[in-house]
C-alpha cells in the first residue's frame, strides 16, 4: 500500500536499552523528518533527512541517531533511552521540503520506564 | 525567538455555525503557512497551504487568509460538522527552513 508507515506503534522499554522506530515511505518522497510531541511542547522535529545519506538535525537531537541508506527508510534510534524520551514519535515526508505538505505516519508511543 | 502562536483554549461552537481558528507569527515572516487537522492518535493531516502573496484561499468549506501586515493567518470552517471535531495545526518554516508548529487549537462541534 502507499504511504508512511511507521513501526512499532506501542513500545515499552527500559531506561538505558537501545530502540529503534522504523519509517517507511513508498512515494520516494527526498525529504523526511522525525518528529516528537509532547503535552505543551507541540511538535518538535528531531532530525531531518534530504536525501539518502543527507541528514541533518533539528530541535531536539540529542540522544537520537537516524541514517538513510536507502531514500524509503528513515529510522530513528534511541542509543540509551530515558524516561524524558518517553513521547509520541512521527515520522514524515515531503516531496521538496518544508515548502510542500508533509505526509505524516501513524505514530509510535513509546515509553521508557 | 521564531514563534508561531495558536489560541490554546478549545474552542466550542454549534453545528452549522463557523469556525474560525487564529494563527499568529512573530521574529520572522513566513512566505507560506500550512495547516494541519490532527485527531486523537494520529499523525497530522494536511488541509491547506497559503502563499504570502495569495491572501486567500479555499478548499470546499474550508478557507484560509494570510495577513503579512497583522502577522496572522485565520483558518475558517463553514457550515461545521461535529466531524469537523480535531485539533488544528499551523506550521510555516522559520529562516533555517525548518518548519515551526503552532500547539493547535482544539476544535469541538457540538450537534
Known amino acids: 500500500d502507499a504511504g508512511i508507515t511507521q513501526s512499532p506503534r506501542y513500545k515499552i522499554t527500559e531506561t538505558g536499552r537501545q530502540v529503534t522506530l522504523m519509517c517507511h515511505q513508498t512515494?520516494?518522497?527526498?525529504?523526511m523528518f522525525w518528529y516528537r510531541q509532547d503535552l505543551g511542547h507541540g511538535l518538535r522535529l528531531i532530525y531531518y533527512?534530504?536525501?539518502?545519506?543527507?541528514?541533518d538535525k533539528g530541535e531536539v537531537p540529542d540522544g537520537y541517531v537516524v541514517s538513510r541508506s536507502k531514500t524509503e527508510n528513515f529510522p530513528l534510534t534511541l542509543e540509551s533511552a530515558t524516561r524524558s524520551q518517553t513521547s509520541v514519535y512521527f515520522c514524515a515526508s515531503s516531496e521538496t521540503g518544508s515548502n510542500t505538505e508533509a505526509f505524516f505516519g501513524q505514530g509510535t508511543r513509546l515509553t521508557v520506564v | 525567538s521564531q514563534k508561531i502562536e495558536q489560541n490554546s483554549e478549545a474552542l466550542n461552537i454549534q453545528e452549522g455555525k463557523t469556525a474560525t481558528l487564529t494563527c499568529n507569527y512573530t521574529?520572522?515572516?513566513?512566505?507560506?503557512l500550512q495547516w494541519y487537522r490532527q485527531d486523537p492518535g494520529r499523525g497530522p493531516v494536511f488541509l491547506l497551504l497559503?502563499?504570502?502573496n495569495e491572501k486567500e484561499k479555499r478548499k470546499e468549506r474550508l478557507k484560509v487568509t494570510f495577513d503579512t501586515t497583522l502577522k496572522q493567518s485565520l483558518f475558517h470552517i463553514t457550515a461545521s460538522q461535529p466531524a469537523d471535531s480535531a485539533t488544528y495545526l499551523c506550521a510555516s518554516a522559520g529562516n533555517n527552513r525548518k518548519l515551526i508548529w503552532g500547539l493547535g487549537t482544539s476544535l469541538a462541534v457540538n450537534p
Open positions: 512515494w520516494s518522497h527526498s525529504y
Open positions: 497559503i502563499r504570502e
Open positions: 521574529n520572522y515572516s513566513p512566505a507560506y
Open positions: 533527512s534530504a536525501a539518502a545519506d543527507i541528514t
